[in-house]
């Protein structure tokens, strides 16, 4: 019934927070998923960066970075725990299997247009050097 | 930890042609070559809002985003390019305004 989708989930740990409750904080992300009937392809600990402007105060955090396949249900129950969790200073949810199926797209219908003129690249590089000369020759 | 702002100035090479633009018939307008989208030569087919030092060089130093008749970047581009930006602005990778 549900469709899988796939999401990338970044949130902001409090730069004050030790490591081993990075680690816990982490876990607890993956387990909320798991229990939800989510399951994770991708943990990227992104590490402690300087933010570009001030959250709570706060001039960095530790970044990670989470890829998610799931109905939706579960990223619902996520972004509900963050939020009031006041060690996550930001996190941000962004669907993408819809965008990657848009790039594969547009790979594969580059290379049928390739495939149907094998000559069509050549001849193009062509015609901008041509451009190129004609903007000199103007200038 | 400050390595942000040294990255910049290396990412970005629009500026001389921003400020061009900025002052609209100080100098007598040359004629300048048709500049090709970047991305369609490199065949980007999707802009990762993590990629931060590529969305800096599309946001000159007051974090605007660098209108594409500037930066002569396709349509197409430019709007994922600033989906990109405006995700990176969200999650702090990217400032909204800096002075």
């Given amino acids: 019934m549900a469709e899988k989708r796939t999401y990338e989930v970044v949130f902001i740990i409090d730069p004050d927070a030790?490591?081993?409750?990075?680690?816990?904080?982490?876990?607890?992300?993956?387990?909320?998923i798991t229990d939800q009937g989510?399951?994770?392809?991708?943990?990227?600990?992104?590490?402690?960066?300087?933010?570009?402007?001030?959250?709570n105060h706060k001039r960095d955090g530790i970044y990670v970075l989470l890829e998610v396949d799931g109905s939706g249900a579960e990223i619902a129950e996520l972004e509900r725990r963050m939020r009031v969790n006041d060690r996550i200073l930001r996190y941000m949810t962004v669907r993408v299997d819809e965008d990657r199926r848009r790039a594969d797209k547009l790979?594969?219908?580059?290379?049928?247009?390739?495939?149907?003129?094998?000559?069509?690249?050549k001849s193009k590089a062509q015609a901008v050097e041509s451009d190129e000369a004609e903007a000199e020759a103007a200038a | 930890m400050s390595t942000n702002f040294d990255e910049r100035d290396s990412a970005y090479g629009f500026e001389r042609e921003y400020e061009r633009a900025g002052m609209p018939g100080r100098a007598p307008r040359r004629m300048q070559r048709r500049k090709i989208c970047r991305f369609c030569i490199d065949k980007v087919d999707y802009i990762d809002f993590k990629d931060v030092k590529l969305l800096q060089?599309?946001?000159?130093?007051?974090?605007?985003i660098l209108p594409r008749r500037i930066s002569g970047v396709c349509a197409t581009h430019q709007r994922m390019l600033a989906e990109a930006i405006k995700?990176?602005?969200?999650?702090?990778?990217?400032?909204?305004a800096a002075d």
Avoid: C, F
């Fill in chain 2, 57 to 64: 060089s599309y946001t000159p130093e007051r974090g605007k």
């Fill in chain 1, 107 to 121: 790979k594969d219908r580059r290379a049928r247009k390739a495939e149907r003129r094998p000559t069509a690249g």
């Fill in chain 1, 38 to 55: 989510g399951s994770i392809t991708k943990t990227e600990m992104m590490g402690k960066r300087q933010l570009a402007y001030e959250i």
């Fill in chain 1, 18 to 32: 030790e490591d081993a409750e990075v680690m816990r904080l982490t876990e607890a992300v993956q387990k909320i």
């Fill in chain 2, 87 to 96: 995700r990176a602005r969200n999650i702090a990778l990217l400032p909204y």
